[in-house]
């Protein structure tokens, strides 16, 4: 019964979510920002920048779908722009973001400003769900479940204290230990192997945040270093802790790997003791070492490569050479390069810290268990 429960749950949110992100496209975000549609290119020019990149002007008809004007045919003069490097290429039917302004003498001017992208990732995210479904079946259904829980977490709980003034860093500590218990405990059950998995985690958790705190204020990070952040100077009625936003960053994104590689763990030893009882804690405590041993690695280079792809444009100014001011040396103390290096190497800690913890308290209550 509870299994059918899930699953009805699961398949409204598979019916829902699409049609709600569908749906935003029917409304205007203001009374100057709107959807639209591509008609008709009336005329197209190439035109070569400076440095040799060649861009597609272009003059456009557009049926606005959205906004007072709804269903108006309005014309987007591309050519007449003088600046074309943020320029997209459009074709008859691509849906557009339009922004309506004024000029000097009164006139409405309509301006493309981005494409529409709200159906492509409803579709990708359904295919991701049905692919998780048919795949890990009944397990993956409630990896789903707890994916939208984390993300109900961050969203009504984490963000608005945030903006209301609260430290960043303890309502991620706080909201973390909400996802943990939950997922954990959802995933797992309630069992002996659950309760020592969510104590290794709180115990790295504990382990990681005193590091986090102790070296970014050793190495005086503001946590104002990328745009994103300054974007939010002045935007909130509460003045938001950066340093603060830095760490809870950090915290989640350890707690993103930490669960996989403590359940694999306890899962181990567990597993170990099964296939010899007469195993002593420093058997299974040596065994499971091993095998943690091998996870690690693959562990630790897929958080680094997480982090690398998301910071690569960082990482192409260490192939610059074009003086010393740009040394590697200098690139490295920049602070957005920092606080990268920051991230990977504190959730490696995290990685290497959980191994012997989780592992040291599954050997100890399995080894005494009959």
């Keep these: 019964m ?29 009374d100057s920002l709107f959807y639209a549609r591509v008609l008709e290119i009336l005329d197209e020019r190439d035109t070569t920048t400076d440095n040799g990149v060649i861009n597609k002007q272009q003059n456009i008809k557009l049926l606005l779908l959205s906004g007072p004007e709804k269903d108006k045919e309005v014309i987007y003069q591309g050519i007449d722009q003088f600046s074309v490097v943020s320029q997209g290429y459009y074709q008859v039917g691509d849906k557009v973001l339009v ?10 001017f309509y301006d493309i400003t981005d494409y529409v992208r709200l159906n492509g990732l409803a579709y990708l995210f359904l295919f991701f769900v049905l692919l998780v479904i048919v795949i890990a079946k009944w397990k993956g259904l409630k990896a789903l479940l707890s994916l ?19 430290n960043p860093f303890w309502v991620a500590l706080i909201g973390a230990l909400f996802i943990l218990v939950f997922i954990i405990y959802f995933t797992e059950g309630l069992n002996k192997k659950s309760n020592l998995a969510v104590l290794s985690i709180v115990l790295v958790l504990i382990s990681v945040g005193m590091l986090t705190v102790f070296f970014e204020a050793y190495l005086r990070l503001s946590g104002m270093s990328n745009e994103e952040s ?25 707690l993103g790997v930490l669960d996989d590689v403590v359940i694999s763990q306890i899962s181990a030893v567990e597993e170990l003791k099964k296939a010899n009882a007469s195993f002593d804690f420093k058997h299974l405590y ?26 690569l444009p960082l990482l192409i100014l260490f192939s610059l050479k074009t003086g010393q001011w740009l040394s590697p040396s200098l690139v490295v103390n920049n602070e957005m390069i920092a606080t990268e290096i920051l991230r990977t190497l504190v959730g490696s800690i995290g990685i290497l810290l959980a191994v012997p913890i989780s592992t040291y308290l599954a050997a100890k209550y399995f080894a005494k268990k009959s």
């Design 286 to 311: 040596t065994s499971s070492i091993n095998i943690g041993k091998s996870h690690l690695a693959s562990m630790i280079n897929t958080l680094f490569l997480a982090y690398a792809g998301a910071a």
């Design 148 to 166: 939208f829980f984390s993300v109900l977490v961050i969203m009504k709980f984490m963000i608005p204290n945030i903006l209301t003034g609260f």
């Design 230 to 254: 300054m974007l939010l100077v002045g935007l909130t009625e509460q003045a938001i802790n950066f340093r603060g936003l830095l760490l809870a960053g950090i915290l989640l994104g350890t």
């Design 99 to 108: 922004n309506k302004s004024q000029t000097e003498d009164g006139r409405d």
């Design 2 to 30: 509870n299994k059918l429960k899930y699953l009805l749950l699961a398949f409204l949110a598979l019916i829902l979510l699409p049609n709600i992100l569908l749906a935003q496209e029917s409304q205007a975000s203001n």
